[in-house]
């Protein structure tokens, strides 16, 4: 069952895409292990602890990097922008590239004591899970970020080797 379980990361590793998953490069770590995570509508999750993401209504929840997750969509723009806050941020994501990609600007706090700027443009590839996060842009963001953490995390380790 193990073996199975790697070698069906290793190929969605290799194709970037699998049917019902994608895999993330953290943004700040070009060398960090890739995160593969699970997609599903509404839902986006890795094996380990880097994120377990779904929504509650018009509010995101679970865990990302061992740390609660509250996000809640607080209204759409005519421009599309949606607008996201809860205890865990506040996020605006606007569509752009005729949908292609997804500029986000504002900060996320994984715990009580960091604050990160998640300001960036989002840019997606196409099809299978990847037309799930386009439907649901704020699931890519915290699946970002959550490879960033991530990367982060083993950064520190291996730096006081």
């Not at 605006?92 to 996320?108: E, Q, R, W």
Request: proline letters at 4%.
């Amino acid at each position: 069952m193990r073996a199975s379980l790697i070698l069906l990361l290793a190929a969605a590793c290799a194709t970037g895409t699998s049917s019902g998953s994608v895999t993330l490069t953290s943004n700040i770590n070009y060398g960090a292990v890739p995160i593969t995570y699970a997609v599903a509508p509404g839902h986006v999750r890795s094996n380990g602890d880097a994120l377990d993401a779904y929504f509650d209504k018009d509010c995101l929840k679970g865990e990302m990097a061992g740390e609660p997750l509250d996000l809640c969509q607080t209204g759409t723009a005519p421009d599309g922008t949606q607008h996201w806050e809860g205890t865990t941020g506040v996020v605006d994501i606007t569509p752009i590239d005729d949908g292609a990609a997804f500029k986000v600007s504002g900060f996320l706090t994984p715990s009580v004591v960091s604050q990160i700027d998640v300001s960036q443009t989002l840019r997606l590839n196409r099809g299978g899970a990847w037309e799930t996060l386009r439907q649901e842009p704020v699931l890519l963001l915290v699946a970002t970020t959550a490879a960033d953490l991530t990367a982060l995390r083993h950064r520190r380790r291996h730096v006081g080797l």
